[in-house]
């Protein structure tokens, strides 16, 4: 709670300080990592469901189940790895706020110019973005295990079919519905939704990764605005001392025929 009041009160200071184009970003920022808090939970309750379905409609085990399996913990494991990444930003972000936030309070609206560069969370994203690429990769194998899986059903499904068909010497039917139409809509399906979303989520990274770097290039500039004002100070200081040094000396000049004629 008290980080997103820091957040939301260094918005505040970035907006009424001439600095709303980094607010917008920063704002956006915040806005992905929401959305993608809830995709991260939906993702993981469909890898739930998707399991289920899985022991529903093939519960024998077999070597393609097993595999597929595997390719379910996989795309988990990538999860969780982009979810401490992810949650390793916001707390970046919310000390970086307190920090700026009492930073102005005691240095004023200067030290806006130095916050941009002391946000330091382009490694973490980039770490959460490659974590969620590969759970896209992962998930594309699970879909791809998940067809040898339906595959296997219905050649097991046909086999038993024949059989049972021969033994009764009735005619053969042309295709059977069962086991492997539920694995299809049961199983395949959520997980090409699940694919969908995770590809999303990657967008979504590559998106916070691009408004990082533009507010970089934002506190880049600051300090190059900085850098061309403080040769200026300096020469309005030499200028000054000039002009000091010109009327001592004039006053000198006056002082000395003064001097003379006593």
Do not use: C
Not at 25 to 38: H, N, P
Not at 74 to 84: G, L, T
Not at 93 to 109: C, F, P, R, S, Y
Not at 234 to 253: F, G, H, P, T, V
């Amino acid at each position: 709670m008290e980080q997103a009041q820091n957040v939301q009160e260094l918005l505040k200071l970035l907006e009424e300080n001439g600095r709303k184009g980094q607010a917008s970003d920063l704002s956006a920022l915040l806005f992905y990592m929401d959305g993608m808090q809830r995709q991260y939970d939906a993702v993981l309750r469909e890898l739930q469901e998707v399991r289920k379905q899985l022991d529903q409609t093939v519960p024998r085990p077999s070597p393609a189940k097993a595999v597929f399996q595997n390719a379910l913990s996989a795309i988990e494991q990538r999860m969780d790895a982009a979810r401490e990444q992810l949650e390793a930003v916001r707390d970046a972000i919310g000390a970086w706020a307190k920090d700026t936030v009492e930073n102005v309070q005691l240095m004023g609206v200067s030290a806006l110019d130095k916050a941009m560069s002391a946000l330091h969370i382009k490694p973490a994203l980039e770490a959460a973005q490659n974590s969620l690429q590969k759970g896209v990769s992962d998930t594309r194998a699970a879909i791809e295990r998940g067809e040898a899986v339906g595959a296997e059903l219905r050649t097991a499904k046909r086999h038993i079919r024949n059989a049972i068909y021969t033994l009764l010497g009735k005619r053969i039917p042309s295709h059977l519905s069962g086991d492997a139409g539920r694995f299809q809509s049961a199983v395949l399906a959520p997980l090409r939704g699940i694919h969908k979303t995770l590809s999303g989520m990657n967008n979504n990274a590559l998106g916070m990764i691009g408004l990082v770097e533009r507010l970089e290039q934002s506190a880049e500039r600051g300090r190059e605005r900085l850098a061309e004002k403080k040769p200026s100070i300096r020469a309005e200081m030499k200028s000054l001392q000039s002009e000091i040094a010109e009327r001592d000396a004039a006053k000198q000049k006056e002082k000395q025929p003064q001097e003379a004629a006593l």
